[in-house]
């Protein structure tokens, strides 16, 4: 997905590709399947798009005018069960500001844990969540530790478990324990500049962010450690498959793959280096870079 509703897909692994229909000219910038048929995708102007066709056709799901009166109805009547009168009408009051914006606020990721729960975030610390598969959508800004209402970059699922990365350092795992759903709780990393994306398997996380940076987590975010990548420059996008390998790329077009599950990295040479915002593995030996000069399957080297 991309600038101006831009939706392509390939049923190829990325050789060839078509336009899908699409319903707005707002940037998207994040897609999720929470199933082989249905899709999301998020974007600016508040921009939610849902398929239910394999991402053929898409259609609105919310937008910036739409958010900020859910966030005002929901904090009007749940202000009695927020069991804080003070807290209750700040967050009613931030909600007001929201919705006074329009559709000035972008979301910037959306992932699902499974078909019926998922998570939308995006600037200013804006989170919604939904149980029922999308069909309505709640917001959380007050099951959150984010009292800057710093912007949330990435949402994944991995292992089990729930995170959100964003600005200064900000990194927050959701807590069961917590009660209706849930709150998501800040985790200390030893890093605090901008993270853009988290990648894992079932026994490692990953996140990464600007000037490199790369920290690995083998205890579901309890312990932190730097991965070396070598790189002084924006780790932008990370995907991984089932077989445990992990690509991660950057603004400037770098590849590093890892087949250890994040311990290593090495570089990708590539013959035509592409600045990358977003990347796909598709197969044992090839990935697929997006970013602003387009999409670009590249080879992968085979293991040694």
Aim: negative net charge.
């Amino acid at each position: 997905v991309g600038q101006r509703g831009a939706v392509l897909l390939s049923d190829d692994r990325g050789t060839t590709w078509r336009q899908a229909d699409v319903p707005v000219s707002s940037d998207l910038v994040a897609v999720s399947f929470p199933t082989p048929t249905d899709g999301w995708a998020v974007g600016h102007d508040g921009i939610v798009l849902r398929s239910t066709d394999a991402g053929a056709t898409w259609t609105r799901a919310l937008d910036g005018r739409q958010i900020g009166a859910l966030m005002v109805d929901y904090y009007k009547r749940e202000a009695a069960n927020l069991g804080d009168e003070k807290r209750a009408a700040a967050l009613l009051a931030e909600s007001e500001r929201f919705a006074a914006q329009g559709p000035e606020n972008p979301f910037l990721d959306i992932a699902f844990e499974d078909a019926d729960t998922g998570y939308l975030v995006g600037a200013f610390g804006l989170i919604f969540r939904t149980r029922d598969g999308g069909a309505t959508w709640q917001p959380m800004l007050h099951a959150i530790d984010n009292p800057k209402a710093l912007h949330l970059y990435a949402v994944r699922a991995i292992a089990g478990g729930v995170y959100i990365a964003g600005e200064q350092g900000l990194f927050l795992k959701l807590d069961r324990s917590a009660g209706d759903g849930g709150r998501f709780r800040a985790i200390e990393l030893p890093y605090k500049g901008t993270l853009f994306g988290i990648t894992g398997t079932p026994h490692a996380l990953l996140v990464h962010g600007l000037r490199g940076t790369l920290l690995r987590s083998t205890d579901a975010g309890s312990t932190w450690q730097p991965a070396t990548t070598g790189l002084q420059v924006g780790l932008t996008a990370s995907s991984t498959d089932a077989q445990g390998r992990i690509v991660i790329v950057s603004q400037a077009g770098h590849v590093l793959i890892s087949r250890d599950e994040g311990a290593s990295f090495a570089p990708v040479q590539l013959d035509k280096p592409l600045p990358a915002a977003a990347v796909a593995l598709t197969g044992a030996s090839a990935i697929v870079v997006g970013g602003p000069r387009g999409l670009a399957p590249q080879a992968l080297p085979a293991q040694p």
